[in-house]
């Protein structure tokens, strides 16, 4: 099985600041609607939460562009390559279960960064996951796949 860490979690404030802000945080709560607090909760069925494997970052380096960290808009940011998972599959962060629910294919923003940034990174933007309970989601969590879909 595949192991890793959590690197850094996002959530977006619907009302703080400003709406949508989006700002770094150390842990969050989340159940199936998504993480408790944050602007999306409860609005979508299969687009809960987006993680996105340092491997998408990677690749935008390696094509000698940069973007900040949490450009490509996840709620969590994870060390190990989980791209290869398919539609039902789990993976464990801590003690929170996360079922995969499908790639994200959005890439229109990211022209305003870099018009090679869609094509370098088509099918490695992110996952979207969605929690099978309720759980606590932690900043250097142990990431684990828990049941691979092939």
Known sequence: MTNGKVLALYITMPDMMRTGHRMKCDDFDC???????????????????????????????????????????????VDVDLYHLKKGSIIEIGETLLEVTGPCESYGYL??????????????????????????????????????VV
């Open 31 to 77: 159940d199936p609607d998504g993480i408790i607090g944050d602007m999306h909760y409860e609005t979508s069925d299969d687009k809960v939460m987006l993680l996105t494997c340092q491997k998408s970052y990677d690749l935008i380096e390696e094509a000698e562009l940069y973007v900040d960290q949490g450009s490509l808009l996840e709620n969590i940011h």
């Open 111 to 148: 022209y305003g960064f870099a018009p090679e940034i869609p094509e370098i990174i088509q099918g490695k933007r992110g996952l979207f996951v969605r929690p099978v309970d309720y759980g606590l989601v932690e900043m250097g969590n142990e990431v684990k796949v828990l049941k691979e």
